[in-house]
């Protein structure tokens, strides 16, 4: 995901501003400036509209262009009533100018990197789960390859994650997925699955549960961001029922209560984790599973130091 250097250095004001361009008719030998004045005449066909485009003065464009074709001994552009476009020479360094400059911009992005990493921040939101289970180990290895970089994490709520992203108080944000999201650029990082916890029983319950099984229990919900709604979703599609005898919004209070005997629930693996040894832990008849993505906001613009850590959020295993 690498930035548009643009955005971060403005290049073309810095090589070749107005002043810069004064200057580029005095250098004696090729350079960047020159070549990046060649290739907005041909991108433009004309030394007006590429002398407006690099905002500096037609005069310097011009110079710089003289200076070029003596270097090389060579006529570069062809110019008449019709403007300017390349000779036949011209169009064949046309593509060596545009890698001199990548290299150029290459060079100044390793050099942004560096200076970002040595004194940058991460800032990021995550909803409970996420922060608990996914994130810890990515911090420790994310310090240790850049320990001058500060890690922030706040744990809120999917709806205050979403929110945190568009006030600029968070540049990286983790939630459950799919959500109706605007501005804000999401893709996925792991999956989840939803598990159903059995109470202690001294007869086990199947290995595969069926929906028959799981009629037998009271079920206690987890009523936090859309979980219920979608348990409730995959039991009618499916055409079933089940009896609630609780609505809980703490993920670790409902496995207190499974380890109880007050009722069965059916939570995302990471929530419901750390599992008590006898709670009983079994899939659903038809696998139901949650997307956990991570999300920036778009079109803004982040440091080395956000860069690396998304980099660490892509590299994740994509299932736990």
């Known amino acids: 995901m690498k930035p548009d250097l643009n955005k971060f250095f403005q290049i073309n004001r810095i090589c070749v501003g107005d002043t810069a361009g004064e200057e580029v008719g005095r250098q004696e030998r090729m350079n960047i400036c020159h070549l990046q004045v060649f290739l907005s005449v041909v991108e433009h066909g004309s030394f007006s509209e590429a002398a407006l485009k690099l905002d500096m003065s037609q005069s310097a464009v011009s110079r710089a262009i003289a200076a070029l074709e003596e270097e090389v001994g060579v006529s570069l552009l062809l110019r008449g009533r019709f403007g300017a476009r390349p000779t036949r020479f011209g169009e064949r360094i046309v593509g060596h100018a545009k890698q001199m400059l990548q290299l150029k911009n290459d060079i100044v992005y390793e050099a942004y990197l560096e200076k970002g990493l040595q004194r940058g921040r991460v800032r ?28 922030f994490l706040d744990e809120n709520d999917p709806n205050v994650v979403e929110q945190s992203l568009r006030d600029g108080r968070a540049d990286i944000g983790l939630m459950p997925l799919p959500r109706a999201v605007e501005n804000l650029d999401t893709w996925e990082i792991a999956q989840d699955e939803f598990v159903v916890l059995l109470p202690p029983s001294m007869r086990l319950p199947p290995a595969q549960l069926s929906w028959s099984d799981l009629e037998r229990y009271s079920f206690i919900l987890y009523n936090y961001a859309d979980c219920t709604t979608t348990v409730r979703n995959h039991w009618e599609k499916w055409q079933q029922s089940f009896r609630v005898a609780y609505e809980v919004k703490e993920d670790s209070t409902i496995v207190s209560m499974v380890s109880q005997g007050l009722g069965a629930a059916i939570l995302p693996r990471l929530a419901a984790m ?27 613009l982040h440091s080395p130091a956000v860069f690396r850590f998304l980099d660490l959020l892509r590299a994740m295993p994509p299932s736990y």
């Open 124 to 151: 990021i939101a995550s909803f409970r789960s996420a922060a608990t289970h996914l994130l810890p180990p990515l911090i420790a290895q994310y310090s240790q390859q850049y320990p001058d970089v500060e890690v």
């Open 274 to 300: 750390p599992i008590p040894a006898d709670v009983q832990v079994r899939s659903l008849p038809i696998p139901l599973i949650r997307s956990i993505g991570a999300a920036i906001l778009a079109d803004a």
